[in-house]
C-alpha cells in the first residue's frame, strides 16, 4: 500500500473515531435513560417484537422471517445511507452506534411481515396492500414522527420519497422472497 494511501486511510479512521465520540456524547446529552423520547423509541422497538412473537403464523415462520430479513436489509442499508449522506436523521435513539435500529429492526420489518402473512393466510393482494401501509408509514407515521422531533428531512427528501423507498423495499424483498421459493420447488 502506498504511503499516501495510508494516510488517507488513517485519516479516515481518525475522523470516524472522533465521530463515533462525538454521536456518543449527542446521545448520553439527549437521548439517554433519563428522556422519555429514549424510551418511546425502546417501546418501537420492543412492543412490535412482542406482537411478532404473539402473532406469527409458526407454520410459516421461516418464509415469514426470510421476507422480513430482506425488507429489514434492505430498510436498514438505505437508512444508514440516508443518514451518512445527511438526508434525514433520528435525534432519538436507543444506541449511539445504529441511530435508527428501533425502526430498521423492529416496527417497518415487523409490520410488513404481519401484512405478508395475514395476505398469505387470506388470500388478499399482497402488492395492494403492502402499499397502504407504506402509505401509513410515509404520509402518517413519518409526519407524526417528524411532529415529535424523532425524525427529520433534509436536502431534497419529501414524503413522497419516502413512500417510494417502502414500496421498493417491499417489491424487492417479496420478488427476492418468491426467488428463493422458486428455487426450493425445483430442487
Do not use: C
Not at 158 to 170: E, G, R, S, V
Amino acid at each position: 500500500m502506498e504511503k499516501n494511501q495510508e494516510e488517507f486511510l488513517q485519516k479516515i479512521r481518525h475522523t470516524t473515531e472522533d465521530l463515533y465520540q462525538l454521536q456518543t456524547d449527542y446521545w448520553k446529552e439527549f437521548s439517554y435513560f433519563d428522556d422519555l423520547k429514549f424510551w418511546v423509541v425502546v417501546l418501537m422497538l420492543i412492543v412490535p417484537l412482542i406482537i411478532l412473537f404473539i402473532k406469527i403464523d409458526r407454520s410459516k415462520i421461516l418464509l415469514l422471517g426470510f421476507y422480513g430479513l430482506n425488507y429489514h436489509i434492505w430498510f436498514a442499508y438505505t437508512n444508514s445511507a440516508g443518514i451518512r449522506l445527511g438526508l434525514w436523521e433520528y435525534p432519538y435513539q436507543v444506541s449511539p452506534i445504529i441511530p435508527s435500529f428501533a425502526l430498521d429492526a423492529s416496527l417497518v420489518p415487523v409490520a410488513f411481515m404481519l401484512v405478508y402473512q395475514w395476505t398469505l393466510n387470506k388470500n388478499k393482494k399482497f402488492y395492494l396492500y403492502s402499499t397502504v401501509l407504506s402509505a401509513f408509514f410515509a404520509f402518517g407515521m413519518k409526519p407524526i414522527l417528524v411532529s415529535h422531533h424523532f425524525f427529520r428531512m433534509f436536502e431534497w427528501v419529501n414524503y413522497l420519497h419516502l413512500f417510494l423507498f417502502y414500496i421498493l423495499f417491499f417489491v424487492i424483498s417479496k420478488l427476492i422472497t418468491n426467488g428463493f421459493l422458486i428455487l426450493q420447488k425445483s430442487r
